[in-house]
């Protein structure tokens, strides 16, 4: 059953964040040969990274500083695109429509962009992407899926407001006012996107969920042997149930590996819980995340 009211758009899944890193050569390296992303034929300036069938899941550019350029979200049809397309006007963000030449360029039938109004991020809705001819084969580790982004919000109530009430993501856990794991309803995935209150806005982390728990061992002992330094975990998160490790990227970027994720059905799924602000929320092993946690990352303007 759709809940137009309560959910104005039919996500597919969460499609891709687009990173700007200082050297395209260096994150290419790390994020193929160390985190085990598959590179891609990609436009001039662009490497494209994929863990599935599509042809990018993570896209890098380059720039001055390090950050979040965009993040993109798969619709679930044309129609719903279009219907996105006139809900996002009406809420006054001036989405435009990509040209047909950009639609050929990112394997999309259609796609739109706009701007968050408060911290700049470069929002992009596309449908009917095409899929790559040759499968993802996975290297050092088992990626099922880019699993979620997560943002440092500056102000909870705008980043709640924006994605929550006018883009119709839905609650799974939250504690109000503060954190709030959201699924791109109604795909069921507990959450394909959250929000995190302050200090300032930008990237907390990337996330890439795998397919077996010794995918997180084997990761923590890979990252220690080539120096990337592991910023928490390996621990269970309690709203999601998962089991994680986080580590920096190159330019300190916080990314994370993670398996099992509750999925909660379109009908009939339970309603959004609310946590209480303790550690145990994060980890219910009880490591405690190294100050360098999803600090790094700026909301940066660069398009693709
Ligand atoms: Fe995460």
């Not at 928490?232 to 149930?241: D, E, Q």
Request: charged fraction near 20%; proline fraction near 7%; include cysteine.
């Amino acid at each position: 059953m759709s809940d137009r009211a309560t959910h104005p758009i039919r996500y597919a899944r969460l499609g891709y964040a687009c990173l700007q890193v200082t050297s395209l050569e260096v994150s290419t390296a790390f994020y193929v040969d160390t985190v085990g992303l598959q590179r891609n034929a990609s436009p001039p300036g662009q490497t494209w990274l994929r863990c599935s069938d599509k042809p990018y899941d993570v896209i890098l550019i380059e720039g001055e500083t390090a950050g979040l350029a965009a993040v993109g979200f798969e619709l679930e049809s044309l129609d719903e695109l279009t219907r996105a397309f006139d809900h996002v006007t009406a809420l006054g963000f001036k989405p435009q429509y990509r040209e047909p030449d950009s639609c050929r360029t990112m394997n999309v039938a259609a796609g739109f962009t706009f701007a968050n109004p408060q911290t700049g991020l470069t929002v992009d809705f596309y449908a009917e992407q095409s899929i790559c001819s040759e499968p993802f084969e996975p290297t050092v580790t088992n990626i099922a899926r880019l699993g979620h982004v997560v943002l440092n919000c500056e102000s909870y109530a705008d980043a709640h407001r924006f994605w929550v009430e006018q883009l119709g993501f839905a609650i799974s856990d939250h504690v109000p006012g503060r954190i709030a794991f959201l699924r791109a309803w109604p795909n069921a995935l507990h959450h394909s996107f959250a929000l995190l209150e302050g200090p300032t806005s930008g990237l907390n982390h990337v996330n890439f969920m795998v397919t077996d728990i010794d995918d997180i061992g084997q990761a923590m002992n890979r990252m220690k042997k080539a120096d990337v330094p592991i910023v928490f975990g390996p621990g269970r998160h309690l709203p999601s149930t998962s089991i994680f490790l986080y580590f920096l990227d190159p330019d300190g970027m916080t990314a994370e590996y993670s398996f099992g994720m509750e999925e909660i059905a379109e009908t009939d799924g339970r309603g959004p819980r609310e946590l209480e602000p303790k550690p145990e929320v994060l980890d219910t092993w009880g490591s405690l995340p190294d100050p360098r946690f999803g600090k790094q990352g700026k909301i940066v303007s660069s398009h693709v």
